[in-house]
């Protein structure tokens, strides 16, 4: 446990040289000043009371030690408010409104030059190490950072294991003391484990036990040329410390000066709702760097996808022969298995069902050779992004989706052979252009290759990073899966749409999501940009798929609905299947008619794991859409409707859990009605357990 005397004796040891800056409204001060070894040290305020208390600040590199022995030769501070547009998202414009503080320090013997950027939001912090070419050695083997993040108590957080290759796992939520037991559940597989069994990921959100809460997300922004950061616990001090992702040598990062980090960052408030309105993140990161965007649409999208996760029989590969006879080659002189669902009609299929619905595109999972070698992917492991399956007719498929206004999405399954993804990237992205596609969803499930690599390692940063920037060079759109996790560089790269990056629907047909999951994504894994949950589930119990499968997700149907607002992305899916929606037309017309794009957003009540409520505005039309969600408890939702044009009507029409509704027990329960309201109105919801609402507010034209 943190006594009282160690911080005393850490404050004592800090000098009068120490800079203080306050966010534009004051909320935030920030303190930074170096201890008597010369370690450069920051504290945090919040209304007046500590909440990050004196916490070092440094990197250490093989050649040399940037964490002790300077001194501050010189300080810049600047106030900079300013707005920009993106591309696409919650809100058609954002401030960037920040005070910032440039620490510069000088070290002798041996010499070095460091400075540390902090910029003060009123709604949280970033900072970064800049690291100018020193006078020697411009190469630097890092292996750590001294980063810290120290609280003064025992605080609640919501957590999953630091693991260098998934960040596919349940959120619990548990307190710096129960830590070690909690990531015990996890068992073996979690990098926790091997690591000493207390260590998380970022995004995560701490609560703090005081009488007024404080929340706080520590994760990152501008992840470039360096791994991610996990974080090491301290159980008993109350404090994390930056663990950068190594490769298999133990190296964090080969960074050649001058190099600036990503910024650390930590999103502040006394109101849970701030924490999922906050933009900081998006604002440390560089403009767009793509000068003409008109060619970046959002969209809504169904495909050859479910059926694979929850049919007896359905399979991605085209024929199990290879299997059995290795050395066949030749997938034209294979006949197909009978159960590959991305063939030429299923594919028409989903084409007409989009276009009938209005959906703009179709992804076609399976439908490129190699499935059969990742089956055997020790001997192999190669997928061939030019080379489709001989029932899987590329050309005729281009013609008919074209012909009814729908766009294919290709799918680019890598088996995490990464490096053979980026050998063959241009001519798989030429295909593509050639083919009418322009958008692709990549795939890294696996071991990473080369072998030294981890999901997390600055090795596949780099690669991840590349593959967005490349796919721009082509005007293709980009939803990554089993990618490290976003940092915001959606808004340099706004091509990159969307990431999985976290525990998506589809575990929910391998043991089923707790209702609690999407209520907790948007406060942790969606501050680094949109994910690909790939919400829209009607058909919940698993056993309607497969007879043996006895999964339940763990969402009513009309919770489905209002994922679309809770969870935003400009790349939604329709997930289940066509036939599912023909059993549910009334609901469905609330999927066929949700934007994806916003012009504002309004957090109206919300608190982690528990319950979120937010409206949004349609960014082509006058149109407001609410969403409304519940943990494992059911709840009644009062919504006033004051963000509504004063003096217009509207009309309202609400998609809510039925009287009876539960998600487990009876999930496909649900009502709809119409209601006229105005901007003095409120909405009374009805909330099952793990259910949700959903609402379309149009005016009423005269």
Aim: glycine share 6%; aromatic share 12%.
């Amino acid at each position: 446990m943190k006594t009282t005397a160690t911080i005393m004796m850490l404050a004592a040891a800090l000098g009068a040289s120490a800079a203080s800056i306050t966010s534009p409204s004051g909320k935030l001060q920030l303190t930074v000043d170096v201890d008597a070894v010369g370690t450069p040290v920051y504290s945090l305020d919040f209304n007046g009371k500590p909440l990050v208390e004196p916490s070092t600040l440094g990197l250490v590199a093989e050649e040399t030690d940037f964490s002790r022995g300077f001194s501050i030769v010189g300080v810049d501070t600047v106030t900079v408010d300013r707005s920009w547009e993106p591309v696409w998202g919650e809100y058609s414009t954002i401030r960037d409104y920040f005070r910032e503080l440039a620490v510069h320090l000088k070290a002798d013997k041996p010499e070095r030059e460091m400075t540390i950027r902090f910029r003060v939001f009123d709604d949280g912090l970033g900072f970064r190490y800049e690291l100018p070419a020193q006078n020697g050695s411009n190469y630097l083997t890092l292996r750590d950072e001294v980063t810290k993040f120290d609280f003064a108590g025992n605080h609640k957080m919501w957590v999953i294991p630091g693991d260098y290759d998934t960040d596919e796992y349940v959120w619990s939520e548990t307190t710096f003391t129960e830590l070690p037991a909690a990531l015990e559940n996890y068992g073996r597989h979690s990098e926790a484990q091997r690591t000493g069994g207390t260590t998380v990921q970022t995004p995560m959100l701490l609560k703090t036990d005081d009488t007024t809460p404080v929340y706080v997300n520590i994760h990152e922004a501008a992840l470039v040329g360096y791994p991610v950061m996990l974080l090491d616990t301290d159980t008993a001090d109350y404090s994390f410390k930056a663990h950068p992702v190594p490769d298999r040598l133990g190296v964090a990062a080969y960074l050649h000066l001058p190099f600036d980090t990503p910024w650390r960052t930590l999103i502040v408030s006394d109101d849970a709702r701030d924490i999922l309105s906050s933009q900081l993140i998006l604002n440390l990161n560089e403009p767009t760097k793509i000068e003409d965007t008109s060619w970046i649409k959002p969209m809504k999208f169904a495909g050859v996808w479910w059926e694979m996760f929850t049919g007896k029989i359905k399979t991605w590969a085209y024929s199990d022969d290879v299997l059995a006879k290795p050395g066949i080659t030749d997938y034209s002189k294979l006949e197909s298995n009978g159960h590959h669902p991305a063939n030429t009609a299923n594919v028409m299929r989903y084409i007409d069902f989009a276009a009938d619905n209005g959906i703009d595109g179709v992804l076609v999972e399976g439908w490129n050779e190699g499935w059969e070698d990742w089956a055997s992917y020790r001997k192999n492991r190669q997928f061939l992004f030019d080379k489709a399956y001989p029932d899987f007719d590329v050309d005729s498929l281009h013609r008919y989706a074209e012909s009814r206004g729908v766009k294919l999405i290709m799918h680019h399954e890598t088996s995490a052979n990464a490096a053979d993804y980026a050998l063959q990237l241009d001519r798989a992205f030429r295909f593509m252009k050639d083919n009418g596609y322009d958008a692709v969803k990549t795939g890294y499930v696996g071991a990473i290759i080369p072998r030294s690599e981890h999901h997390g390692s600055q090795w596949m940063v780099d690669h991840v990073n590349s593959v967005a920037e490349r796919a721009a060079d082509y005007q293709i759109m980009v939803d990554s899966h089993e990618a490290p996790r976003p940092t915001g560089l959606i808004r340099t790269y706004p091509n990159w749409l969307a990431q999985e990056s976290a525990r998506g629907g589809e575990f929910e047909s391998f043991g089923g999501n707790p209702p609690s999951h999407t209520a907790i994504l948007p406060f942790t894994r969606l501050k680094g940009g949109p994910m690909d949950y790939t919400p829209g589930l009607f058909e919940t119990r698993m056993s309607y798929y497969n007879e043996g499968n006895d999964s339940q997700a763990g969402t009513t149907l009309a919770r489905q609905l209002a994922l679309y607002l809770t969870m935003p992305s400009p790349m939604q899916m329709v997930c289940d299947l066509p036939e599912n929606y023909a059993r549910f037309p009334d609901a469905f017309e609330f999927i066929k008619v949700v934007p994806v794009e916003w012009s504002d957003s309004r957090y109206i009540e919300a608190e982690p794991a528990r319950y979120i409520t937010v409206a949004r505005k349609d960014k082509n039309s006058d149109d407001w859409y609410l969403g409304a969600i519940t943990g494992e408890e059911p709840r009644k939702a009062e919504v006033k409707l004051d963000f509504l044009t004063p003096g217009q009507k509207y009309e309202a029409t609400v998609y809510e859990d039925a009287p009876d509704a539960h998600w487990k027990t009876n999930p496909q329960a649900y009502k709809i009605y119409s209601v006229p309201v105005t901007s003095k109105s409120k909405l009374k919801l009805n909330l099952a357990a793990g259910g949700g609402a959903a609402v379309r507010i149009a005016p009423v034209v005269k």
